[in-house]
């Protein structure tokens, strides 16, 4: 398909780049992790935003029929504004020369595409959420336009950063239209330039999961690469996330009290709110001594280059497990090495995305299922693993089960709290030419003195892990406990999986060097 099918066309930085050193792995990397932007190496510019417009306002779309996820209407029914802006995004550079016109189609054709960026819920349609409903409206016209606000030259990547995230704050919300924000930011020359530019975009967490993310950072390379050279871009047919959310809402519908999935979130209930055992989230959750007002610590760094995680995915298949059980025994022990308790229970994600219609969709395709893993049995770790891979097993199943349907029943509406996430990006579209792109998936800031949360990413050079957590003056034991989880997982990696489980966690440990964002 020809991109000009899609639309017809229209009309050096300041900071060197970080490198995430371990002591236990070998070389130093570049990050595709998933943090703040503050956090990015970000090369000052000329910044322009890019804004969504349409015809109409959306209080004049068409009222569409299908319905909301339970997701989405579980956001809009909260009383008043959110608290807090919660957005996901990404930052990548593009290697072609910046062309202002061809880039405006190119991210009108990215927003086209997706018909999760031309709809929204209207929740004043019958008044307040509790007094009525919500709905949704749709932007039925064939194009969205761009508004082009040059914001001008920032020639410090700090300032550029800290205004990106200020101007993704303010305007980015499930309560209002446009979900998504583009910023290009231009070289002052092309002498500077070296035929590259700057691309960062983020939307409301109702639009996009990590692996839209992902996609996006492809497909506007893809778009702005075949509008700029005359090339064809192959798009495939893509499912919206609309259609997606009637089958969220047939599934949970058909879901009553007595349903297992319902039963599994109810075990959790002894445990608000779903923190995994007693000592971590005391400690973690005391709100005493908290910097900047409850704004969490970001992390983030490889826990295993490339050949500890191909030795560790070769033991894994040896005893018949993934290096996803692998990892996430690893995080059992480590549990267990922190509180002593051999229950580790945790809240984890997982994708959605079961038809193929839905595989390179924008959208949030996110559900969440809780995970138990017990390893009072266990001698060795292929023992721990066995434990993981059936923990994981039931866990897959739950998260079938929209987790606000869930809640629904049980009366209640507690946030996870204690949330692991693993993802295996080897085989995102473009995901080979990250480094080259330096690009990165970005998460707005985040206030909690309660909530801990990790991302490990399988990529090709290795296993990634990005956190946040609360900054407490007992917050190191999350420090101990990612500690933990990497050596376990180096430790399995160079000595196999037969081991007792107190050799794993019995060696002496040399600090990991961290990136903070607070």
Same mark, same amino acid.
């Given at each position: ?34 943090? $703040? ?8 510019? &000329? ?28 956001? /809009? ?23 202002? $016109? ?17 709809? &929204?819920?209207?929740?004043? *349609? ?8 919500? &709905? ?40 209002? =239209? ?5 910023? @290009? ?27 839209? &993310? ?100 070769? #033991? ?33 994600? =997982?994708?959605?995305? #079961?038809?193929?219609?839905? /595989? ?10 809780? /995970? ?48 692991? @996430? ?11 030419? =990250?480094?080259?792109?330096? *690009? ?14 990790? =991302? ?37 990696? *160079? ?10 966690? *019995? ?12």
């Amino acid at each position: 398909m020809r991109t000009d099918a899609l639309h017809p066309r229209s009309p050096k930085g300041s900071r060197a780049a970080p490198r995430y050193r371990d002591k236990h792995v070998k070389g130093a990397f570049e990050v595709m992790k998933f943090t $703040e932007i503050s956090d990015y190496p970000l090369d000052g510019g &000329i910044a322009t935003e890019w804004i969504p417009t349409a015809v109409v306002s959306p209080s004049q779309w068409q009222v569409d029929t299908r319905p909301l996820s339970y997701e989405h209407e579980a956001i /809009l029914r909260q009383p008043g504004s959110p608290a807090r802006p919660s957005w996901l995004g990404a930052v990548f550079t593009i290697a072609h020369r910046y062309d202002p $016109e061809v880039f405006d189609v190119a991210i009108r054709a990215w927003l086209c595409r997706h018909e999760a960026f031309h709809t &929204i819920g209207d929740r004043t *349609a019958y008044g307040e959420p509790a007094a009525g409903g919500v &709905i949704r409206r749709t932007y039925r016209e064939a194009r969205l336009g761009l508004r082009r606000h040059v914001v001008g030259h920032v020639p410090d990547g700090t300032e550029l950063a800290r205004r990106l995230t200020n101007m993704f704050d303010a305007s980015l919300s499930a309560h209002s =239209w446009p979900h998504v924000r583009v910023v @290009s930011i231009s070289p002052l020359s092309s002498v500077d330039s070296d035929d590259q530019f700057t691309v960062v975009f983020a939307a409301d967490h109702l639009v996009m999961d990590a692996y839209s &993310i992902m996609l996006s950072i492809n497909e506007i390379q893809q778009f702005y690469r075949g509008m700029l050279l005359d090339e064809e871009v192959e798009v495939n047919p893509v499912g919206s996330h609309i259609e997606f959310s009637s089958i969220d809402r047939e599934t949970g519908g058909a879901v009553t009290p007595d349903h297992p999935t319902v039963a599994a979130w109810d075990g959790f209930s002894d445990l608000p709110p779903l923190l995994p055992h007693d000592r971590l989230p005391t400690e973690i959750g005391r709100p005493h001594q908290t910097n900047d007002g409850g704004r969490q610590i970001g992390y983030s760094e490889y826990i295993a280059d490339g050949d500890q995680a191909r030795a560790l995915n070769t #033991h894994a298949r040896a005893v018949g497990v993934s290096t996803q059980a692998a990892v996430f025994a690893a995080i059992a022990l480590a549990c267990q090495g922190v509180t002593g308790d051999h229950h580790t229970r945790l809240v984890m994600p =997982w994708h959605t995305r #079961h038809e193929s219609r839905f /595989l390179t969709s924008v959208g949030w395709y996110v559900g969440l299922a809780p /995970l138990h893993i017990e390893l009072g049995s266990a001698a060795t770790f292929v023992d721990a693993c066995s434990a993981a891979a059936s923990g994981l097993g039931v866990a897959r199943v739950h998260s079938r089960v929209p987790y606000r349907r869930v809640t629904e029943l049980l009366g209640a509406c507690s946030a996870p709290a204690f949330v692991v @996430s693993y993802l295996d990006l080897r085989r995102v579209p473009g995901a080979s030419e =990250w480094p080259a792109r330096r *690009a990165q998936a970005l998460r707005s800031e985040a206030y909690s003195d309660r909530e801990v949360y990790l =991302w490990i990413g399988r990529v090709d050079d290795g296993l990634t892990l990005s956190a946040r957590y609360p900054a407490t003056d007992s917050a190191g034991l999350v420090g101990e406990f990612i500690d933990l989880v990497g050596e376990t997982l180096r430790v399995a990696a *160079a000595e196999g999986f037969e081991m007792s489980l107190d050799q794993y966690i *019995a060696r002496d440990r040399v600090p990991i060097e961290t990136t903070r964002t607070a």
